[in-house]
């Protein structure tokens, strides 16, 4: 008779070799498999939710926890602003008070809130020129974009500063300085539905130096 082959008695091992020795094989692998898929699950939505940015639904969820019933056209101007300039990565809620006949000042205070560097006061004075009447003084939300520290929002803006978007008793306006974007959405807008060309002038501590 002729020798048996090392593959012929290595079949023979694994066939004897228990069922539940094979099953525990491939439970093994199973495990190791869905431990891999929940991992990568778990690190995905730490990175997503390690996101300085702010999505549209907690805008508008910090918007109408702040206006109030107030706030009927505030999801639709916070789309506007999401659609012409993305997430924002911060955010002020404050109040301000103004009042202009062809002239006038604005000055408003409230807090800088962003994801990754926590709550700040901020101060803000400007000059309101342009066809304006009536007196205003209302909540205000600004959208900040484009943050790169905290310190960098203390600076002139420049831009739109009246309500140059409206729906619904809420308006919004542009400022700039060429890099941080300001998206100031306000209510209470009154009789000041005019284009307002200025700037604001955002500082930490408060003044009553509009320049």
Request: with cysteine; proline share 4%; hydrophobic share 40%.
């Amino acid at each position: 008779m002729l020798p048996r082959s090392k593959f012929a008695r290595a079949t023979d091992v694994a066939a004897r070799m228990p069922r539940r020795g094979l099953l525990s094989v491939v439970k093994a692998v199973l495990f190791g498999a869905l431990a891999l898929c929940v991992a990568v699950s778990t690190a995905s939505a730490q990175a997503a939710n390690g996101s300085s940015q702010y999505t549209i639904q907690e805008i508008v969820d910090a918007g109408h926890g702040f206006f109030g019933s107030t706030s009927g056209g505030l999801a639709k101007v916070v789309e506007r602003a999401f659609q012409s300039y993305g997430l924002p990565n911060g955010y002020i809620l404050g109040q301000e008070g103004s009042g202009a006949f062809v002239a006038g000042l604005t000055y408003g205070e409230g807090s800088l809130n962003t994801k990754n560097a926590g709550q700040h006061s901020v101060y803000w004075q400007g000059p309101s020129l342009g066809i304006d009447a009536g007196g205003q003084g209302s909540r205000i939300m600004m959208l900040v974009y484009n943050l790169p520290s905290v310190p960098g929002l203390y600076k002139r803006f420049g831009g739109v500063s009246g309500s140059a978007y409206v729906v619904a008793g809420v308006g919004m306006t542009v400022l700039t300085d060429e890099h941080i974007v300001l998206v100031p959405i306000r209510t209470g807008v009154g009789a000041r539905l005019g284009i307002n060309v200025g700037y604001l002038k955002l500082t930490q501590q408060p003044t009553w130096n509009p320049f």
